[in-house]
């Protein structure tokens, strides 16, 4: 399987109305901190709050059109920015959409995907029941998966913020990018890559659960225990059986960062007091890198601000300095101070 950039220009083409062509802004505090340019690529600006609209988009657009109430129609176990993506993507295409989970997801979560025109199928009590919901809707009522990042038209579609990054600013040194399946580094990677082989791409995520980490240091894919953390979104494994990110990450990237939850909390304070911006804990992986020290800019820099989608009682917590605890996880807050 070969993904090249003309797959990529395809994608912009095809997804152009339903996904946003997002701004890039300058971070005035971040560029004082590093002494280059340092901007912030909003995908919390999508019609979703988040970049999973892109290839979400790509993949569901290359369906042929049905009826919302016919057979035809698009499936996926995602709870979180990838489920929003293809339930919109999906109505945009007049295609029935369902989202299986388990019946320990929140009511928020089974609203928010409603309110976009998607089915939600609750089923049993995990993950993994979740996810077989969806392999029988698939042989029994010949829907369609769409994966959240293993899949072709999913990494050609996030690719196109690599397109968008090399126009928007040609002299870029490097791009920071939050990384968990991969399907938004390889495909950034190898757009901006392809257009100028210098430019450095740095993938990002928590040290806990840092499942592209350890199997590109292992040299295949690895499971990792999954935990709890601010960076919610960069939760999950690669897949044992990867296809596709695993060897462009691993070609791709010219290093991979790991932060810590409280570098995480530190940078969504920055992020909102310096550059009044509300965001999740994902998208706060690239100033967390910098300002813990971790990696430092050779030029002109853009980091990834992939989504927005967070409980605003915990962001607020966040904001105000306050301690947080999700599941196993307690972090001792500090009021913020530049
Ligand atoms: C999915 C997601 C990521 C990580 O993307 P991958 O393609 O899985 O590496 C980062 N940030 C947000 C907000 C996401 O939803």
Not at 60 to 66: A, I
Not at 288 to 304: Q, V
Request: proline content about 5%.
């Amino acid at each position: 399987m070969t993904l090249t950039l003309a797959d990529i220009f395809a994608a912009r083409r095809r997804i152009a109305g339903v996904a946003a062509v997002t701004p890039l802004v300058p971070s005035p505090f971040m560029q004082q901190r590093t002494g280059h340019d340092f901007l912030l690529k909003l995908e919390t600006t999508q019609p979703i709050g988040a970049f999973k609209l892109r290839g979400a988009a790509n993949a569901v657009l290359q369906q042929p059109e049905g009826t919302r109430d016919g057979t035809r129609g698009v499936t996926c176990c995602s709870t979180g920015n990838h489920g929003r993506g293809v339930a919109y993507a999906a109505r945009a295409r007049g295609l029935r959409a369902v989202v299986c989970m388990s019946s320990l997801v929140p009511q928020t979560k089974i609203d928010g995907i409603e309110a976009l025109g998607a089915e939600v199928r609750i089923v049993g009590r995990s993950q993994d029941d979740a996810q077989r919901e969806c392999l029988r809707l698939v042989a029994d009522e010949g829907l369609t998966e769409i994966s959240p990042f293993d899949d072709p038209a999913v990494v050609a579609g996030q690719g196109t913020i690599g397109l968008e990054l090399s126009e928007q600013r040609p002299d870029l040194a490097a791009i920071l990018v939050p990384l968990s399946g991969g399907g938004l580094a390889a495909g950034i990677a190898l757009a901006a890559k392809a257009i100028n082989p210098d430019l450095r791409v740095i993938g990002i995520t928590m040290d806990r659960g840092a499942a592209m980490h350890a199997s590109i240091r292992a040299g295949h894919p690895v499971e990792v225990e999954e935990v709890a953390s601010l960076a919610d979104s960069l939760g999950g494994g690669i897949g044992l059986d990867n296809r596709l990110t695993f060897a462009l990450c691993r070609d791709l990237l010219d290093a991979t960062v790991l932060v810590t939850e409280a570098e995480i909390y530190r940078a969504m304070q920055t992020l909102y007091y310096e550059d009044r911006i509300v965001c999740e804990g994902a998208s706060a992986v690239g100033h967390a890198a910098i300002l813990s020290g971790k990696w430092s800019p050779p030029g002109p820099t853009a980091t990834i601000i992939s989504g927005r989608n967070l409980d605003m009682t915990l962001h607020a917590d966040i904001m105000q300095g306050r301690d947080v605890t999700l599941g196993d996880l307690a972090i001792g807050g500090q009021p913020y101070a530049a």
